[in-house]
């Protein structure tokens, strides 16, 4: 099970920080991806980090802004979301991957275990 949190309201310019926490697996073999779904619009891959923490991957729209990172010793992964835009503004979702590769993409349909999300709502 894998379970999202940190999600609140915040002021464009704003940041928040997304923890996923895995219970009932390590995720020592698994790379983690963050995806995100605004209404009316399809899930799409936001972040991703791979089962050592050696390689990341960030979708364009996010890129400098959002930082991904690990703790396997706390078996969670984080995402560090500064200069919020409302554009951001979508419900946040945490997958898993089980593959130990040198690197990771964010797309939805390689993850086959999923959080069920937390909402990030950046307006004034």
């Known amino acids: 099970q894998l379970v999202e949190s940190g999600g609140g309201l915040v002021q464009p310019g704003g940041s928040l920080r997304l923890s996923c926490v895995a219970s009932g697996f390590t995720l020592d073999d698994y790379a983690v991806g963050w995806f995100r779904q605004a209404p009316g619009k399809e899930r799409e891959g936001v972040s991703c980090i791979n089962y050592s923490g050696v390689g990341t991957n960030y979708e364009d729209p996010v890129k400098g802004r959002f930082t991904i990172s690990r703790d396997n010793t706390k078996n969670t992964v984080y995402l560090q979301m500064n200069s919020l835009k409302p554009e951001d503004t979508a419900v946040y979702f945490c997958?898993?991957?089980?593959?130990?590769?040198?690197?990771?993409?964010?797309?939805?349909?390689?993850?086959?275990?999923w959080g069920t999300g937390t909402q990030v709502t950046v307006s004034s």
């Open positions: 997958a898993a991957e089980k593959k130990r590769r040198n690197y990771c993409l964010p797309y939805v349909s390689l993850y086959g275990y």
